[in-house]
């Protein structure tokens, strides 16, 4: 995997695990892939992978069951949605936001970019 | 876990390379040993494998002296040096001759090295090429399951697959017992390996700590403007802006640059002792 250079690379891996979930690669309430099959396949270091386990066990995605694994938490999707919502209103908006108001773009315009965008990608012809 | 007790070490006596070191090495990390060349890394490793010994001062292993070479020290090491020298054997005679050194050696886990390594084993070892021995003593010395792993430099003469295919040999290596010391000036090749950092220059100990404080205390990113009255340890002027590393007040999580780091300890040592005081 290519880590990018703007975030720590625990995070990453947290990142990498969520999206496995939203792509339905790794299923709700199923076992997840073990620390260190997860660490040779990223070829990090296993208390890197261990500390994005934490990370997304505080954020009760997964869980440890002891003795057995990590598994996806039963509510996991739900719940990585909730965690990007948060990042991308803490990290992303701020900056849309700060071009927005350097180019003078209205709220309008941007509502009906927003429109279109979803027409054209999303909604089923 | 290594622990240096006041160590001091020279080649000759008048000039010191190794003064009054003391730290102690816990289980259960991958240790990255940076440094330039001829900056000590070696020497520290040999001390702790017990092939050199200390002029004053104590290496204790798990409460053993390497010094005193004992069996039962040996048998629980293994130091795979920079320069790789193989007696004309085939492996398995290799194996049969070394193996027995090393009671936890497995069988299977040499020959799945190898075979991930890509290392043919029916050819005779001094045929094979400089960086083919490289990766067969590293299979072998993965293979002896010691719990300290001393590795002088182990990605030199490595393809850039070998040294794929070495990362994930060690991850999978790793456990909560191992110590595993790499020693290495070819960071990008090992840098998300590696756990615990240490930077040594001209046998001083510059910089001891984890990954999770060096993210703690230091923030890594590119700025169009220096802020006033950061203390800064590294500024590098790239193609977007500087690259900077400054200690982190705002609590930021950013990602560790680690080449960026050891310029920036080795140029300015008394910054970065500030930031991270040893002992």
New interface residues.
């Given amino acids: 995997m290519d880590f990018r250079d703007n975030q720590p690379i625990y995070l990453q891996i947290a990142e990498y695990v969520c999206d496995q979930l939203l792509l339905k690669k790794w299923l709700p309430a199923n076992k997840i892939l073990s620390i260190r099959d997860l660490a040779v396949m990223m070829e990090v270091n296993p208390n890197t992978v261990q500390r994005a386990y934490d990370f997304l066990q505080q954020q009760e995605i997964i869980i440890n069951k002891r003795g057995v694994g990590y598994f996806a938490d039963e509510n996991a999707i739900d719940k990585v949605i909730k965690l990007r919502k948060e990042q991308f209103i803490k990290n992303e908006l701020p900056l849309l936001f700060r071009n927005m108001y350097l180019l003078n773009l209205s709220t309008s315009e941007i509502t009906q970019r927003y429109e279109d965008f979803i027409d054209q990608n999303f909604k089923e012809s | 876990m290594i622990r240096f007790d006041n160590l001091s070490f020279g080649y000759s006596h008048k000039k010191m390379l190794y003064n009054n070191l003391t730290l102690s090495v816990e289980n259960?990390?991958?240790y990255g040993l940076l440094g330039k060349n001829g900056a000590g890394k070696s020497t520290l490793l040999k001390n702790i494998a017990g092939t050199l010994f200390p002029i004053k001062g104590t290496v204790y292993v798990d409460g053993i002296e390497p010094r005193d070479r004992k069996p039962s020290f040996l048998r629980t090491i293994y130091y795979l040096a920079e320069d790789v020298y193989v007696p004309a054997l085939t492996i398995k005679q290799y194996q049969a001759l070394f193996a027995p050194f090393y009671p936890l050696f497995s069988q299977d886990d040499f020959y799945k090295n190898l075979r991930e390594l890509e290392v043919g084993i029916d050819s005779k070892l001094n045929k094979l090429s400089f960086g083919q021995q490289k990766k067969f003593v590293i299979a072998f010395a993965l293979a002896c399951n010691t719990k300290i792993l001393l590795m002088d430099e182990p990605t030199n003469g490595l393809d850039i697959p070998s040294k794929?295919q070495f990362?994930?040999l060690i991850?999978?290596a790793?456990?909560d017992e191992r110590i595993i010391f790499i020693s290495t000036h070819q960071i990008r090749d090992l840098e998300?390996?590696?756990?615990k950092v240490m930077i040594v220059d001209n046998g001083n100990l510059l910089l001891y700590s984890s990954?999770?404080e060096i993210?703690e205390k230091l923030c890594f990113k590119t700025v169009k403007q220096i802020p006033e009255g950061a203390n800064i340890l590294y500024t590098e002027k790239m193609l977007r802006g500087t690259s900077v590393i400054m200690e982190n007040i705002n609590g930021e999580?950013?990602?560790?640059?680690l080449e960026h780091l050891f310029n920036g300890v080795t140029e300015n040592p008394a910054i970065a002792q500030k930031i991270f005081p040893i002992n």
Avoid: L, Q
Avoid at chain 2, 192 to 195: E, H, L, P, S, T
Avoid at chain 2, 253 to 257: L, Q, S, W, Y
């Fill in positions: 259960g990390s991958i794929a990362r994930k991850a999978s790793m456990n998300n390996m590696i756990d990954i999770t993210g999580d950013t990602a560790i640059n």
